[in-house]
């Protein structure tokens, strides 16, 4: 059985709102380009917390160590 996808031009979909759009853009309009940078502005804050935590975490745990061989 045939795909139907084939009869369609190359496309993508939005990574916001899934819908079909062309090739060469990456978000199918303005509204989606708005709403994606500001997922990506709180991935971003989101993934600067954790690597502090992580940091921290790292940076205590070495005290730890140092303090438990001395
Ligand atoms: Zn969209």
Redesign the pocket.
């Given at each position: 059985m045939p795909s139907r996808e084939s009869k369609f031009p190359p496309h993508k979909?939005?990574?916001?709102?899934?819908?079909a759009?062309a090739e060469n853009l990456s978000?199918?309009?303005d509204?989606?380009?708005q709403?994606?940078t500001n997922r990506m502005k709180r991935q971003k804050k989101f993934n600067r917390l954790y690597y502090i935590s992580f940091g921290a975490i790292f940076v205590i745990m070495i005290a730890v160590l140092l303090l438990g061989g001395l």
């Amino acid at each position: 059985m045939p795909s139907r996808e084939s009869k369609f031009p190359p496309h993508k979909h939005c990574p916001v709102c899934a819908k079909a759009m062309a090739e060469n853009l990456s978000l199918c309009s303005d509204k989606c380009n708005q709403s994606y940078t500001n997922r990506m502005k709180r991935q971003k804050k989101f993934n600067r917390l954790y690597y502090i935590s992580f940091g921290a975490i790292f940076v205590i745990m070495i005290a730890v160590l140092l303090l438990g061989g001395l």
